[in-house]
């Protein structure tokens, strides 16, 4: 069957594309980039009316009553990077940035003679010990549901990064900075751990959850992990122990910008458990109603 084309801006005519009643959008997107080669298809988002919502990739023509001689519209999301290069961008930048400060270079603090202490030695191996795993599970652990993001993005994903790992360095690795107590360092430290290794179990669960290549959901539940058994109280367990993480890498240096660091990835981390919670509600009507969004109990 004949399927016409149009953009969203202006409901101006693309290409004419033939398909069959059972193929997917995913179809559609390959037919539309055979005929205008500057729309690949992680550049399109494919709706049914110019206003409508973003189909999905997996949607038949046939579930969404496509008939021949319908029209779909397509709106060009601009040039895309992977998702995986965006996160190794990310995580890199903020671990070479915040090791450069802990050399004291004088282009930030003059002349230094004297060398960090020991709680901001142990802050520079956990923040490097957090990104170096963030960056390996990028590689190796990490399943994206999108395989794109738009490149228009990647500046403002990074920057929000890189400024803080210079914002917090700059305060924990200056000659002026005050260590804090014994047993504020010492419980900041061992949290710190406990929610790092909390945070990667729960990646590794999700990425059990999901076979390769696919795109199936689970419910996710714990496993004979211990540190998976948040799971019985919140939906997304990954954020609580990466908010953990920073809270704890707080206190444990007692660094008022660790402390805003730890709160503007909180207020992100918590509007995406929100969405996810509802999500998985939505597309589960057996979801366990006592979890939480993202703290037990209370969000």
Excluded at 58 to 68: C, G, H, P, V
Aim: one cysteine or more; aromatic letters at 14%.
């Amino acid at each position: 069957m004949e399927i016409e084309i149009l953009n969203v801006a202006g409901s101006k005519p693309v290409c004419k594309i033939q398909v069959n009643d059972g193929a997917t959008i995913k179809n559609v997107k390959d037919k539309i980039f055979n005929a205008k080669k500057a729309l690949s298809p992680n550049r399109q988002a494919i709706k049914l009316e110019a206003k409508g919502k973003i189909l999905k990739d997996e949607d038949t023509l046939k579930s969404l009553n496509i008939q021949n001689g319908a029209k779909l519209y397509v709106k060009d999301l601009g040039p895309q990077i992977s998702w995986s290069a965006v996160f190794l961008a990310e995580y890199a930048g903020p671990l070479f940035v915040y090791l450069w400060v802990y050399q004291r270079p004088w282009i930030l603090y003059g002349e230094v003679t004297t060398s960090p202490g020991h709680v901001a030695n142990l802050a520079a191996l956990c923040w490097s010990v957090h990104y170096i795993k963030r960056i390996l599970e990028t590689l190796f652990v990490h399943r994206f549901s999108h395989s794109t993001m738009p490149l228009r993005n990647l500046a403002k994903n990074c920057g929000y990064y890189w400024l803080f790992a210079l914002y917090v360095a700059f305060h924990i690795n200056h000659p002026l900075y005050t260590a804090p107590s014994s047993l504020y360092f010492y419980v900041g430290l061992s949290g710190f751990i406990v929610c790092e290794l909390g945070n990667l179990s729960i990646h590794l669960l999700l990425k059990n959850l999901r076979p390769p290549g696919t795109k199936i959901r689970r419910i996710p539940v714990p496993d004979s992990n211990p540190l998976s058994l948040l799971f019985n109280f919140v939906s997304c367990p990954n954020y609580t122990y990466e908010v953990g993480s920073w809270i704890f890498f707080t206190i444990m240096t007692k660094c008022l910008p660790a402390g805003l660091f730890a709160f503007a990835g909180f207020y992100q981390m918590a509007v995406w458990a929100l969405g996810k919670h509802r999500n998985y509600k939505k597309e589960f009507p057996d979801y366990p109603k006592g979890r939480k969004a993202i703290i037990p109990f209370v969000l």
